[in-house]
């Protein structure tokens, strides 16, 4: 069964960048559209990014349009999310999964994923 797991999390300053990585395991994810979300404390989480299986149609949230990019490397079974001149309204929990199949903006907005969240990597932006 396909695992993404998800790593790059830090403690950083605000202006700061971070790189990062969504890690498929048990399988392919060159099949799927692949999401960003996080979820910060006391909030709901939230879609930030998502970009599709081919030939790489691209999401973002507005909140973080022009800071946030997303891009996927198929032959490393791997979807990153770089984050350019963090903010302290960044902290966060960023998890990555899998959409199901439809529209990928659709998906992406409504969380809709295959199987069940993974642990997550931690950013924290302070100073």
């Known amino acids: 069964q396909l695992q993404l797991v998800e790593s790059g999390g830090d403690v950083v300053q605000p202006g700061e960048f971070l790189r990062l990585s969504c890690v498929a395991r048990?399988?392919?994810?060159?099949?799927?559209?692949i999401g960003w979300f996080r979820q910060a404390p006391g909030k709901a989480r939230e879609a930030v990014s998502c970009?599709?299986?081919?030939?790489?149609?691209?999401f973002h949230a507005d909140s973080v349009n022009g800071r946030f990019s997303i891009s996927r490397d198929n032959a490393a079974n791997t979807v990153y999310l770089q984050i350019k001149k963090l903010k302290p309204e960044d902290t966060a929990v960023y998890y990555c999964?899998?959409?199901?199949?439809?529209?990928?903006?659709?998906?992406?907005?409504?969380?809709?994923?295959?199987?069940?969240w993974g642990q997550g990597t931690q950013v924290t932006v302070s100073s």
């Open positions: 048990g399988g392919s994810l060159d099949s799927y559209d």
């Open positions: 970009i599709t299986s081919r030939p790489g149609r691209i």
């Open positions: 999964a899998a959409l199901l199949l439809g529209s990928m903006e659709e998906m992406c907005v409504q969380q809709r994923i295959f199987g069940s």
